[in-house]
Nanobody, 117 residues
Framework: QVQLVESGGGLVQAGDSLRLSCAAS????????MAWFRQTPGKERELVAT????????YYTDSMKGRVTISRDNGKKTVDLQMNSLKPEDTAVYYC??????????WGQGTQVTVSS
C-alpha cells in the first residue's frame, strides 16, 4: 500500500511556471507506474502525464505536451510535475496517482492550481 501527498500548488499568473510534487510512503513505490491527473468542477478527471516505474517512459496529454515534464526519484519516493507557460485553462485540482494491476488505485488528496489571466 502507498499513501500519496501532493504539494506545490498555488495562485500564479498566466505564463508562469509551477512545480508540483507528490511524496509517497510505503516500501514499494518504485514498483508503481505513476501519473498526474487534474480535475475542474463539473468535469471528469483528466490524465495529464504518466511515468513508468523506472522513469524511462513518459506520456503527456496533448493539451499540455511541451509545457509539462513528469519526473520521479525512487530513492526519495517522489514524483514531480514541472509545468511551464501556464494558462488560465490549466486551473484545476491536480492529483497524483499510483497504478496497481492496470488501474489507478492510490490517490493523493490533490493540490489546487489557479492561473490568473
Amino acid at each position: 500500500q502507498v499513501q500519496l501527498v501532493e504539494s506545490g500548488g498555488g495562485l500564479v499568473q498566466a505564463g508562469d511556471s509551477l512545480r508540483l510534487s507528490c511524496a509517497a510512503s510505503g516500501r514499494t513505490f518504485s514498483n508503481y507506474d505513476m501519473a498526474w491527473f487534474r480535475q475542474t468542477p463539473g468535469k471528469e478527471r483528466e490524465l495529464v502525464a504518466t511515468i513508468n516505474w523506472s522513469g524511462s517512459l513518459t506520456y503527456y496529454t496533448d493539451s499540455m505536451k511541451g509545457r509539462v515534464t513528469i519526473s520521479r526519484d525512487n530513492g526519495k519516493k517522489t514524483v514531480d510535475l514541472q509545468m511551464n507557460s501556464l494558462k488560465p485553462e490549466d486551473t484545476a485540482v491536480y492529483y497524483c496517482a499510483a497504478m496497481v494491476s492496470g488501474g489507478y488505485r492510490y490517490w493523493g488528496q490533490g493540490t489546487q492550481v489557479t492561473v490568473s489571466s
